[in-house]
């Protein structure tokens, strides 16, 4: 079993600055992509970030300049820094990596349960 817990989130002011991280746990052989979703209500889900295994990241036009993905591939860690956040960034964020579970023969998209961020005055 793969599970990936978030961490990081909460209530910040417009401008302020967040930084969300996911860990996984289980069997896990190998990583490919680590993303970060977010979804605000009534929204659908969207991509705000993403990194390779090679460490190319690459983000949603809206966060550009302002969040920064890096990933820890030997801890199976990715972070999302996000800065000068706005009203706009309110949502839950998921990680999403898509993994090669120990055992198994194909990779995968496995979730995170979300993480409530915040931003008002």
């Known amino acids: 079993q793969v599970q990936l817990v978030e961490s990081g989130g909460g209530l910040v002011q417009p401008g302020g600055a967040l930084r969300l991280s996911c860990a996984a746990s289980?069997?896990?052989?190998?990583?490919?992509?680590m993303r970060w979703y977010r979804q605000a209500p009534g929204k659908e889900r969207e991509l705000v970030a993403g990194?390779?295994?090679?460490?190319?990241?690459n983000y949603a036009d809206s966060v550009k300049g302002r969040f920064t993905i890096s990933r820890d591939t030997a801890k199976n860690i990715v972070t999302l820094q996000m800065n000068s956040l706005k009203a706009e960034d309110t949502a839950v964020y998921y990680c999403?990596?898509?993994?090669?579970?120990?055992?198994?023969?194909?990779?995968?998209?496995?979730w995170g349960q979300g993480t409530q961020v915040t931003v008002s005055s």
């Open positions: 289980g069997s896990i052989f190998s990583i490919n992509a």
């Open positions: 990194i390779t295994r090679g460490g190319i990241a």
């Open positions: 999403n990596y898509n993994a090669l579970r120990a055992g198994d023969l194909a990779y995968r998209d496995y």
